[in-house]
């Protein structure tokens, strides 16, 4: 299921909750989980990677439940913090943009 492989391949404090709920169908929940653990992350360092991460598994989540708008606005977010950590040319920017691009693609 693609819903399975995002949130396993970009990871987050708790993944385990976030592949459960929305395995049982509640967006609620794994929306208010993504969200708290993005909250947590507000004090720590700029230059962690974490953020983007959350970030793009929001964004998976939003795609894939069509909304597009805001997928697209925590794609973008996740890009942006990760070309200002790792720069442009670094193989992450290039997978976060990737992410970015497949949204397009898809709509």
């Given at each position: ?66 909304r ?14 990760c070309?200002r ?23």
């Open positions: 299921m693609f819903q399975d492989y995002v949130l396993l391949e970009w990871g987050c404090e708790d993944q385990e909750f976030a592949v459960r709920t929305l395995k049982n169908g509640t967006f609620t929940e794994t929306e208010a989980g993504w969200l708290s653990e993005l909250e947590k992350l507000t004090a720590s360092p700029p230059e962690d990677l974490r953020a983007a991460r959350i970030q793009t598994n929001l964004a998976m989540l939003y795609f894939c439940h069509q597009y708008d805001l997928s697209e606005l925590y794609f973008e977010r996740a890009l942006a913090s070309i950590v790792a720069g442009v040319n670094s193989p992450q920017t290039a997978e976060y943009l990737n992410n970015l691009a497949g949204l397009y693609y898809a709509q």
